[in-house]
């Protein structure tokens, strides 16, 4: 199989993908167009911007470039790509940022949110906690025995949550761990 080329388009925004194997029947090598990617297109995510040609459209990505065409047209599209791309990705990139954290905290923000009544929940359980801990102590009566069935509620109820979080993703992972085990 020969090797894939960038081919400029006259629109100039775009690149054909074509690779140029020899035809027998013609004598000599044919342009086969695989697909096309925009020149202003992340190089380190070229899967995503290349469009297939209509001829290879049933095919998967995979299946029409290997492995070292792609390194190729990362490679290309880094030296001959829109310089003007990395700095209007970054743009987007932090514009996007912006509005996700924009939208956190207004939901954080709202009445109804279970993460927004958690976060002053459990500080208040705690306090609450402490407070029937000394009131145990003072009449006498050890608090171990009195608290801990409603202590160990509220735990399971967090692990629960950290199981949750866990399959969410949005925990970090302790070294040395493997990937089901986390810590927040």
């Known amino acids: 199989m020969s090797r894939i080329s960038c081919k400029p388009r006259a629109d100039g925004h775009t690149v054909a993908l074509v690779r140029n194997p020899h035809s027998k ?14 020149l202003d297109a992340d190089p ?4 995503a911007y290349i469009r297939i040609s209509d001829r290879y459209c049933h095919l998967g990505i995979d299946d029409v470039f290997t492995v070292e065409d792609l390194v190729y047209i990362r490679g290309w599209l880094i030296e001959n790509g829109d310089p003007k791309a990395k700095e209007l990705r970054k743009t987007r990139d932090a514009r996007v940022e912006r509005d996700l954290l924009e939208r956190l905290q207004t939901s954080m923000e709202a009445k109804d949110n279970p993460l927004a009544q958690v976060v002053g929940l459990l500080p ?29 509620e509220v735990y399971e109820a967090y692990t629960a949550f ?23």
């Open 25 to 38: 029947a013609r004598g000599r090598s044919v342009t086969d167009t695989r697909g096309s990617i925009r």
């Open 162 to 184: 950290e199981q949750l979080a866990k399959q969410a993703g949005v925990m970090k992972k302790k070294r040395g761990q493997s990937s089901d085990e986390a810590s927040p």
């Open 44 to 47: 380190d995510d070229v899967k």
């Open 124 to 152: 208040a359980a705690g306090e609450m906690l402490h407070k029937l801990s000394e009131e145990c102590r003072s009449s006498g009566q050890e608090p171990l025995k009195h608290l801990r069935n409603l202590y160990m």
